[in-house]
């Protein structure tokens, strides 16, 4: 297509493959008098398939080429909320791919629309929400009583908090809503998984969501049977609002849900604060290696060894022996720390002076904090965990109070709470971390980032649940652990 490659990201241009587009439209069309709409039709390859159809997109360049494949669909080269804002039109359905559009692309003028758009359907998303949500979310307004929707979506449907308000809109306003989890790739150059999403019977309500697994899509049996109905209450409370966990099979969530409420069992929110390391802005000035900050005769109390990345966070603990070690490989692991009202001596200013500063000083935490040289947020914290993590998210014991950047997560035990009961004193944490319970717990709080990546956000991380290895015996311990299989199957880990 004629898209620049810069366009591709910004406009979510990723075309469906065509089984996947045949599969939607048979399933959503019922009558050749339907009138469809693809709320951003790109090429055309959903409204080639049903002559009456209405297709919406951004990109001229994409309406040129829909308009000699779909030669009989209305072709409108519209932003879609702008269009939808002034088309009274009802339509029997819609289908589709819509543009997956990170929030920090997803700006301007055309998000203000899709966010008023979608206020003014009582669905609010918040800033970071993806454009996919408020594309199905307005599209599905556009129906007609009985209408139905068939849309590939983001696998993270599943897990995005901005998902949330998209199911609880299509569950009160669809008499069924469908979603089909796929485990095998779509798009297999996308890093991202797509799953399916139908709702049928616009005008009524759901009483849960129907969910299929699936191991590859298979465009004979589109849509699927159902595997499960989740009730609203427990996608909504017992799962705050996130299909992803119902992947899991049903005995094992349900083991998982009885040890949250065990004796014992506690969320790691409640004992611990849980933030991210500081940000330097400019890693490179900020880090010295032991060789620089010798031939700067850079003072102690300006240097705190710092664990830079997960790439130093192995074993159970860091103590003063590993940080002799980074020392012995001159590994660039001394922050510069120079508290903000610190008369500055002569050897910190030499180095400030360098020529490196003029880059350092450009940089944007630089420009907009003062003084520039002061990092800010610098915690020691007791223990740090891997945010971004292949196999499993490590957390590891402090024992050195390095400090860390923002690679990490930097977590404390809250001072008191424990005192007595001993459960999580900090000798147990790690174990509490490792256990199958912790590590199910991380997969399921987390959320998979593609590349067989789970990422671990300060808020998910709060949410893991630990549980001390007491409570835990065989065989719930193995179904522990294939509960852990099966989310990574799902997030492709190697
Ligand atoms: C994922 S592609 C899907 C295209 C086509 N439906 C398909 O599946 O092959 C998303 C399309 O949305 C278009 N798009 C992005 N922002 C849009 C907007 N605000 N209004 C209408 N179309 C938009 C892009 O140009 C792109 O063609």
Same mark, same amino acid.
């Given at each position: 297509?004629?898209?620049?490659?810069?366009?591709?990201?910004?406009?979510? #241009?990723?075309?469906?493959?065509?089984?996947?587009?045949? /599969?939607?439209?048979?399933?959503?069309?019922?009558?050749?008098?339907?009138?469809?709409?693809?709320?951003?039709?790109?090429?055309?390859?959903?409204?080639?398939?049903?002559?009456?159809?209405?297709?919406?997109?951004?990109?001229?360049?994409?309406?040129?080429? !829909?308009?000699?494949?779909?030669?009989?669909?209305?072709?409108?080269?519209?932003?879609?909320?702008?269009?939808?804002?002034?088309?009274?039109? $009802?339509?029997?359905?819609?289908?589709?791919?819509?543009?997956?559009?990170? @929030?920090?692309?997803?700006?301007?003028?055309?998000? *203000?629309?899709?966010?008023? @758009?979608? &206020?003014?359907?009582?669905?609010?998303?918040?800033?970071?929400?993806?454009?996919?949500?408020?594309?199905?979310? /307005?599209? #599905?307004?556009?129906?007609?009583?009985?209408? &139905?929707?068939?849309?590939?979506?983001?696998?993270?449907?599943? =897990?995005?908090?901005?998902? %949330?308000?998209?199911?609880? @809109?299509?569950? /009160?306003?669809?008499?069924?809503?469908?979603?089909?989890?796929?485990?095998?790739?779509?798009?297999?150059?996308?890093?991202?998984?797509?799953?399916?999403?139908?709702?049928?019977?616009?005008?009524?309500?759901?009483?849960?969501?129907?969910?299929?697994?699936?191991?590859?899509?298979?465009?004979?049996?589109?849509?699927? !049977?159902?595997?499960?109905?989740?009730?609203?209450?427990?996608?909504?409370?017992?799962?705050?609002? &996130?299909?992803?966990?119902?992947?899991?099979?049903?005995?094992?969530?349900?083991?998982?849900?009885?040890?949250? %409420?065990?004796?014992?069992?506690?969320?790691?929110?409640?004992?611990?604060?849980?933030?991210?390391?500081?940000?330097?802005?400019?890693? =490179?000035?900020?880090?010295?290696?032991?060789?620089?900050?010798?031939?700067?005769?850079?003072?102690?109390?300006?240097?705190?060894?710092?664990?830079?990345?997960?790439?130093?966070? %192995?074993?159970?603990?860091?103590?003063?022996?590993?940080?002799?070690?980074?020392?012995?490989?001159?590994?660039?692991?001394?922050?510069?720390?120079?508290?903000?009202?610190? $008369?500055?001596?002569?050897?910190? $200013?030499?180095?400030?002076?360098?020529?490196?500063?003029?880059?350092?000083?450009?940089? @944007?935490?630089?420009?907009?904090?003062?003084?520039?040289?002061?990092?800010?947020?610098?915690?020691?914290?007791?223990?740090?965990?891997?945010?971004?993590?292949?196999?499993?998210?490590?957390?590891?014991?402090?024992?050195?109070?390095?400090?860390? %950047?923002?690679?990490?997560?930097?977590?404390?035990?809250?001072?008191?709470?424990?005192?007595?009961?001993?459960?999580?004193?900090? *000798?147990?944490?790690?174990?509490?971390?490792?256990?199958?319970?912790?590590?199910?717990?991380?997969?399921?709080?987390? =959320?998979?980032?593609?590349?067989?990546?789970?990422?671990?956000?300060?808020?998910? !991380?709060?949410?893991?649940?630990?549980?001390?290895?007491?409570?835990?015996? $065989?065989?719930?311990? #193995?179904?522990?652990?294939?509960?852990?299989?099966?989310?990574? *199957?799902?997030?492709?880990?190697?």
């Amino acid at each position: 297509m004629a898209t620049a490659p810069h366009d591709v990201k910004t406009l979510g #241009a990723y075309f469906t493959p065509e089984v996947v587009a045949d /599969a939607l439209v048979r399933w959503a069309v019922r009558d050749p008098g339907d009138l469809l709409l693809d709320p951003s039709s790109g090429d055309g390859r959903f409204v080639a398939r049903h002559p009456n159809s209405v297709g919406i997109e951004r990109d001229p360049a994409s309406v040129a080429q !829909a308009s000699v494949r779909a030669p009989n669909a209305t072709l409108v080269n519209s932003d879609f909320f702008t269009w939808a804002s002034d088309d009274r039109r $009802q339509f029997d359905c819609a289908a589709g791919n819509p543009p997956f559009i990170r @929030y920090q692309r997803f700006s301007g003028p055309i998000r *203000q629309a899709a966010l008023d @758009y979608c &206020r003014r359907l009582g669905v609010v998303f918040s800033g970071l929400s993806s454009s996919w949500a408020p594309f199905i979310v /307005a599209a #599905a307004s556009k129906l007609r009583p009985g209408g &139905r929707i068939a849309f590939v979506v983001p696998a993270e449907i599943g =897990h995005a908090p901005y998902a %949330t308000p998209l199911v609880d @809109y299509l569950l /009160a306003n669809f008499g069924s809503v469908h979603v089909v989890a796929i485990k095998e790739k779509i798009f297999p150059r996308l890093s991202e998984d797509c799953w399916l999403l139908f709702a049928d019977n616009a005008g009524c309500q759901a009483d849960g969501v129907r969910l299929s697994k699936l191991e590859r899509f298979d465009s004979s049996g589109i849509p699927p !049977a159902v595997s499960e109905l989740i009730p609203i209450e427990e996608w909504r409370v017992r799962w705050g609002g &996130r299909l992803r966990p119902f992947l899991l099979p049903a005995r094992i969530r349900s083991l998982y849900q009885r040890m949250t %409420t065990d004796a014992g069992a506690v969320r790691l929110g409640r004992i611990a604060r849980i933030g991210i390391g500081y940000v330097s802005g400019a890693n =490179h000035f900020f880090h010295l290696r032991p060789s620089d900050a010798e031939r700067f005769r850079i003072p102690d109390e300006f240097l705190v060894p710092s664990i830079r990345n997960g790439r130093y966070v %192995t074993g159970t603990e860091i103590n003063d022996a590993d940080v002799e070690r980074w020392a012995a490989k001159d590994e660039p692991v001394l922050l510069l720390r120079i508290p903000p009202r610190a $008369q500055v001596p002569a050897a910190v $200013q030499a180095y400030l002076d360098t020529e490196e500063r003029h880059r350092a000083r450009a940089s @944007y935490k630089c420009r907009n904090r003062k003084p520039w040289y002061t990092v800010p947020d610098v915690r020691r914290p007791a223990f740090v965990v891997t945010y971004m993590s292949g196999r499993a998210p490590t957390l590891v014991m402090n024992r050195s109070r390095c400090t860390c %950047t923002n690679t990490l997560l930097a977590i404390d035990l809250r001072p008191g709470l424990f005192d007595g009961s001993g459960d999580f004193c900090g *000798q147990r944490l790690p174990a509490a971390w490792s256990s199958s319970v912790g590590r199910l717990s991380c997969e399921l709080e987390g =959320h998979p980032l593609g590349g067989g990546m789970l990422k671990l956000e300060p808020g998910e !991380a709060r949410n893991v649940l630990l549980a001390p290895d007491a409570v835990i015996h $065989q065989p719930e311990a #193995a179904l522990l652990d294939e509960g852990i299989e099966v989310m990574r *199957q799902w997030r492709h880990v190697a």
